[in-house]
């Protein structure tokens, strides 16, 4: 029969592992676990989360078989169950700060003072959904339906500009609006270290920690990558986490870049990666335009969408496309003008230079080419006709006379061709592409490859 049961080696165990980890992680990890079963073949443990797991076989598994049945293979016997997840009962609630909910309006007031706000043009409802963030949105969404309860820390990253805060204080504002008992906690990781620099100042450090540790149910970190090189606060930082995380408390973070590539601690990095890593990329061109348009709408401008086309084929940031939008408004009501070819060259000029044009060569489009339509690049510089050939060389010509400032004559000396046979690809690509959307596609995959190698 299994039942859980006081088992003397479990608590020899513990003994000892009290003595070689710190107070907050021993109750934070290893406390939780109880023993469901034991015999001379193998001990069943019940753990809150497969985390709980992870910390045990990754911290102590050396240890562990001095304590536990031994497996012929030489590894622990240990079985794991992983305990049913009933919100109510939270039972594993332990941070190392007794939680301490704010009982009278002072404390009240004080817990209100760290919260932070929200930007309220930041919805789900805003956000404008293409293939390059389809999957992002849905992971953010699904958090924000079920905090806690699916993925846990969602870890959300990709370039400047496109969507990560957004997306951040979407959450923040669905779960505010859907589950209004929970308090969502939204802090750029600079605030955060201010807040302690601020309160060891004050004195206040333990008021802090009890605030995050005992009174916050989704914490969203915005921009983490500012956390390195900051020792000290990286480890408050990872504590508050664990805690919370232990709590099945919701955190999801943004970055510039994906765990992996953080400058910090192993640790740290792993705890990034337990839950989902998710990549928010530069969206394509008819993307581009659906941002632009409906952020044109919110103004109460009205872009042609021939020109929303150019703008958004030469700007890649979303920031600033809507920074191009700002100007161009401004302009057009200042000046009393209509939006048209001549205005957006005046007003966005140096908007557009910022495209990095003069770092593209033929290898970078040859290579962004093969890539996106699966053909060697040597196949590519070659005089085959094949029809899978063809086109991709074809395309890389467009691309070329497109992307590179060089006359024909010498982009068709690049490909070992004449200049009138560049002529005749783009023409050639020109007429295919308005009756193939597939194609367009491919193409624009292509622009984006470039875009990220010369960048
Ligand atoms: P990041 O945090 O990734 O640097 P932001 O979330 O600050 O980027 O986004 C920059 C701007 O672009 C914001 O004003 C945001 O509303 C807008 N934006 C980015 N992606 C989208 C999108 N898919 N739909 C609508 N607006 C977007
Ligand atoms: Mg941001």
């Known amino acids: 029969m299994e039942q859980q049961q006081q088992c003397e080696a479990w608590s020899q165990f513990l003994n000892f592992a009290k003595t070689s980890t710190s107070i907050s992680a021993f109750h934070n990890w290893l406390s939780p676990i109880e023993v469901v079963s034991h015999s001379p073949e193998k001990m069943v443990l019940k753990v809150p989360n497969i985390f709980v797991k992870e910390y045990l076989l990754t911290n102590f598994k050396q240890d562990l078989l001095s304590f536990v049945p031994v497996l012929p293979s030489g590894e622990p016997a240990l079985e794991f169950v992983i305990e049913k997840h009933d919100r109510k009962t939270r039972p594993f609630l332990i941070p190392q700060v007794a939680p301490v909910k704010p009982q009278d309006e002072k404390e009240e007031q004080e817990a209100a003072a760290f919260e932070a706000q929200l930007n309220s043009h930041y919805r789900f409802t805003t956000f404008i959904e293409g293939s390059s963030n389809q999957f992002v949105k849905s992971a953010a969404i699904g958090v924000a339906n079920r905090p806690g309860m699916t993925y846990n820390p969602l870890f959300l990253h990709g370039g400047v500009g496109l969507g990560k805060t957004h997306l951040l204080h979407s959450i923040g504002h669905h779960i505010r609006e859907h589950h209004k008992r929970l308090r969502v906690q939204c802090i750029t990781t600079e605030a955060f270290i201010n807040q302690i620099v601020d309160s060891l100042k004050n004195k206040s450090i ?32 990872a504590n508050t986490f664990e805690t919370l995380i232990n ?4 955190i999801v973070i943004t970055c510039d870049k994906p765990p992996t590539q953080l400058k910090l601690s192993e640790r740290m990095v792993a705890r990034m990666e337990w ?11 008819e993307t581009r335009v659906a941002i632009l348009q409906a952020k044109a709408e919110q103004k109460g401008l009205t872009i042609p969408s021939t020109m929303a086309f150019r703008i958004a084929e030469l700007i890649h940031n979303i920031r600033q496309l809507e920074g191009a939008l700002n100007r161009l408004s401004a302009h057009s009501r200042l000046m009393h003008a209509t939006i048209n070819d001549e205005l957006i060259d005046r007003t966005l000029k140096d908007l557009f230079h910022l495209t990095p044009k003069e770092k593209i060569t033929i290898e970078t489009i040859l290579k962004g080419v093969s890539s996106v339509f ?30 590179i400032n060089e006359s024909l004559v010498m982009i068709g000396a690049s490909f070992g061709k004449t200049h009138s046979t560049i002529l005749h690809a783009c023409k050639t690509i020109e007429t295919k592409v308005t009756g193939d959307d597939m194609l367009r596609r491919q193409i624009d995959m292509v622009r984006r490859n470039i875009d990220m190698q010369s960048a």
């Not at 690049?377 to 890389?396: C, E, F, M, N, S």
């Open 374 to 403: 699966q053909v060697r690049v040597t196949d590519l510089k070659g005089h085959g006709r094949t029809k899978d050939i063809a086109l991709p060389r074809q395309v890389a010509m467009f691309l070329a006379k497109e992307l």
């Open 206 to 237: 333990d008021k802090l920690k009890r605030f995050y540790r005992s009174s916050v149910d989704v914490l969203l970190v915005d921009d983490i990558q500012f956390l390195q090189n900051r020792t000290n606060f990286e480890e408050e930082f």
């Open 247 to 250: 709590q099945h408390k919701q």
């Open 275 to 285: 839950g989902l890593v998710a990549h928010i990329g530069v969206p394509d061109i």
